[in-house]
């Protein structure tokens, strides 16, 4: 390389370097296409690329999950084993995480209809605070292990989900903030549950609450039925949509008031005027892929956008498969089939909660009582929209 060269490519190296120094407009497209985690580190550089970066974050505000099924090659989850490196790709800052994994996989024990599998362990201290660093600090992060999963696929909204009633399988939905919408985790056991700590957790006396995901532990403990109707009873007297299920488990948050074993529930309370939400209940009836299809597609009255929505599915383990003469994923391809462009996520579990309910600006289309929002051998099927 001879002088002219070298004078050609330091000119070239300076006027980069200005651009990249002083044109806002240049950096911050630069920055659209850097992950969240990349993106926190190069806003350290200087002023200009701090500026830029945050308005680039406050900018991601597109819901973004990780999937994982398969037998691991590891101890740890199939879900653990992938979410480390799939985090570092994502495109957003994460402020809330729901992650499920099955209960047999993960914790070691499976409870249904009363038959434990004792398999070894992998639930552990270690895996938990391996899962906590992964996030941001302030990051809430539920975690729930339950008999069976519904996921779909990393990468495409329009990926058709999947049914696991048996084997590893598990997923973490990430969360950023929203404007317009505001997501509170809540975690009660006996001891922790009143009237009060009800209120401070947004679930009464809160005009603005639109949508309930709850999971109940141990609910079959001597007790449980009662504990669940006390914390019912007031939802079911609001005009949000109550949605969730009776699972194995919670890994986190981590119990500090009562003792391993003892039942309890964790959530999200979703407020805010940007929340929508629409369930309609696949009961016992529903035996057939014709009326299951014919069911969810009454989602549809809803109007629900497809941009920022989830669906949910929470559906009793003794549904699935066998249920359906041995056909395979039926529900999940019904939603599929008519909301082929949104991500369904949900569990196998113990109990259903929730009812036919759609929850869209300033009203509720459907009004229920505590009983009928406790199920059965039923599916509770969900959209959720987030602004």
């Known amino acids: 390389m001879d002088e002219n060269e070298d004078f050609t490519f330091s000119i070239q190296d300076s006027k980069a370097a200005y651009v990249l120094s002083n044109v806002a407009e240049v950096v911050e497209r630069i920055l659209t296409f850097v992950p969240t985690k990349s993106l926190l580190r190069i806003a350290s550089v200087c002023r200009l690329w701090r500026n830029c970066a945050r308005r680039v974050l406050r900018t991601q505000q597109q819901l973004t999950w990780v999937s994982a099924c398969g037998s691991s090659n590891t101890e740890a989850h199939a879900l653990c084993n992938v979410l480390a490196e799939e985090v570092e790709k994502v495109f957003l800052l994460p402020k809330t995480v729901l992650a ?85 985790p809540f975690h009660f056991c006996k001891k922790s549950i009143s009237p009060t700590a009800l209120k401070e957790a947004g679930l009464v006396e809160n005009p603005e609450l639109r949508v309930v995901l709850m999971f109940v532990y141990e609910a079959y403990k001597s007790g449980g039925a009662r504990f669940l109707n006390q914390l019912l009873e007031p939802l079911a007297k609001s005009k949000a949509l109550i949605a969730g299920g009776l699972v194995e488990s919670v890994f986190s948050p981590p119990r500090h008031c009562c003792s391993q074993g003892s039942y309890g529930v964790v959530g999200l309370a979703l407020s805010g005027p940007k929340v929508q939400g629409a369930s309609v209940l696949l009961d016992q009836d529903i035996s057939n892929p014709k009326a299951a299809e014919a069911t969810i597609r009454r989602l549809k ?87």
Not at 113 to 126: E, G, L, M
Not at 159 to 175: D, K, N, T
Not at 314 to 338: I, P
Request: charged share 20%; with cysteine; net charge negative.
């Open 301 to 387: 009255a809803a109007k629900i956008p497809e941009r920022n929505t989830l669906g949910f599915m929470f559906a009793c383990v003794g549904r699935g498969q066998n249920y359906y003469s041995n056909q395979s994923n039926v529900e999940a391809d019904a939603f599929h089939k008519v909301f082929p462009n949104t991500p369904l996520f949900g569990l196998f579990g113990n109990g259903e909660i929730g009812c036919d309910r759609i929850i869209k600006d300033d009203y509720t289309l459907c009004d229920t009582d505590t009983d009928s929002l406790q199920h059965e051998y039923t599916t509770v099927m969900t959209l959720v929209h987030l602004g």
């Open 100 to 184: 499920m994994v099955d209960c047999e996989a993960f914790t070691g024990q499976a409870y249904c209809y009363r038959q434990n599998k004792a398999k070894k362990s992998r639930h552990s201290p270690d895996t938990i605070e391996e899962l906590n660093l992964l996030f941001p600090k302030g990051c809430d992060i539920m975690g729930i292990a339950t008999p069976g999963i519904v996921l779909t696929p990393s990468g495409s909204c329009s990926s058709p989900p999947q049914e696991y009633q048996e084997g590893e399988a598990g997923f973490a939905i990430m969360f950023p903030s929203l404007e317009g919408v505001h997501i509170k």
